[in-house]
């Protein structure tokens, strides 16, 4: 996939990953849900050394005894999560953050115990280009 750039909403934090991915998954625990407001997450795993922040500084908020979830303090853009116990050595990347999301693909759906159950059949929903007719 080569270097991939990204970062948060504002612009304040920027970050450049090198290399393969390990996995991109969707990942649809109660933890990820609360953490970024959405049904899911889709997350990117790489080697902790193939992330480079090049602009700013996440802040580090313990989510858990081992998870740490990175964010910009300007916007509240989540960006990154590790957990040292659990994936030593790696580092999770929010994929929505990537500039070019649609480069890599995700290629699991995680966590599906803690699914909402209206996301199991989120896509028969109606489907329109922008807003839905108003009339």
């Not at 700013?56 to 999560?81: A, M, V």
Request: net charge negative; with cysteine; proline share 7%.
């Amino acid at each position: 996939m080569g270097n991939v750039t990204g970062g948060c909403h504002c612009g304040e934090i920027r970050y450049e990953v090198s290399g393969e991915p390990a996995v991109h998954a969707l990942c649809h625990c109660t933890d990820c849900r609360r953490h970024a407001g959405a049904p899911m997450v889709g997350w990117v795993m790489v080697a902790e050394d193939a992330l480079k922040v090049t602009k700013g500084e996440p802040r580090i908020y313990r989510s858990s005894e081992h998870g740490r979830r990175y964010f910009c303090t300007n916007c509240g853009s989540g960006l990154f999560y590790t957990n040292g116990d659990m994936l030593p050595g790696f580092i999770d990347i929010q994929s929505g953050t990537y500039d070019d999301p649609g480069a890599a693909p995700a290629t699991m759906h995680i966590q599906v115990a803690e699914r909402l159950r209206w996301m199991e059949t989120a896509h028969e929903l109606p489907a329109f280009d922008r807003f839905p007719p108003t009339e």
